[in-house]
């Protein structure tokens, strides 16, 4: 089955910081994978994604990511953090099923705090 | 083009009342899933619906839980008989049925505290 492992629970940066938020996965064929950010209370807001060919993914608010297969990992980065990018931020990996659907199968998220 | 939108955003109930959750998805996606979220988790898949067929369920889905999607257009998910366990956000996704169908879209969820 698969799983997605983000090993950080909380990560404090200071404004103006670069970030990066891993993320491993355990799947059996090609993952396609995702980056959401939770504001507190909200729902879950689409960052980026990977499905095939370059292995580096460009994301709103400018964020990008880099799919490593050789180390199946998933990390999200960005060179400078703003106040406004406090939240929580999730991986995840679809999985596809017989009944056609495709599952999300999240990690335990990253707090992530900026100080100003 | 509006997004998803969940309806009520909160829910308090007491231990044993029935409880329902509306969604309705972004027009045109043929896709609708239900998650739920517990305090310092990620979501968990619990139902998914194509148009107005409910193809797939987790073993995470009691009994006391029913979806419908009538017409295939909005949802609703019920929990009968709540318990404390049930206290969690609850989370509607669409997605299209085109070449992004593996992208979801969230709606701001319904947060439910069962006393």
């Known amino acids: 089955a698969q799983s997605v492992t983000q090993p950080d629970i909380h990560i404090t940066v200071s404004e103006g910081a670069s970030l990066e938020l891993r993320c491993n996965y355990s799947?059996?064929?090609?993952?396609?994978l995702f980056w959401y950010v939770q504001s507190p209370g909200q729902g879950l807001q689409l960052l980026l994604k990977?499905?095939?060919?370059?292995?580096l993914v460009q994301g709103i608010k400018g964020f990008e990511a880099e799919f490593k297969r050789s180390q199946s990992s998933f990390n999200l980065r960005k060179p400078s953090v703003h106040w406004s990018d406090a939240a929580e931020y999730f991986c995840?990996?679809?999985?596809?099923?017989?009944?056609?659907?495709?599952?999300?199968?999240f990690g335990k998220g990253t707090k992530l705090s900026v100080i100003p | 083009d509006t997004g998803v939108s969940q309806d009520p955003r909160h829910k308090i109930t007491k231990r044993g009342q029935n409880v329902t959750f509306r969604c309705d998805p972004i027009s045109e996606h043929n896709r609708l899933y239900w998650y739920r979220q517990t305090l310092g988790q990620g979501p968990e898949f619990l139902t998914y619906f194509q148009n107005e067929a409910q193809l797939e369920k987790s073993r995470l889905l009691s009994d006391r839980f029913s979806a419908e999607r009538p017409k295939g257009s909005f949802s609703t998910l019920e929990i009968q008989r709540t318990e404390q366990g049930d206290s969690a956000m609850y989370l509607c996704?669409?997605?299209?049925?085109?070449?992004?169908?593996?992208?979801?879209?969230f709606g701001p969820g319904t947060r439910l505290l069962v006393l």
């Open positions: 799947y059996g064929a090609t993952p396609y």
């Open positions: 990977y499905f095939s060919g370059d292995t």
């Open positions: 996704a669409s997605s299209h049925r085109g070449l992004s169908s593996e992208t979801q879209y």
């Open positions: 995840a990996v679809v999985a596809f099923s017989g009944a056609g659907s495709y599952q999300l199968t």
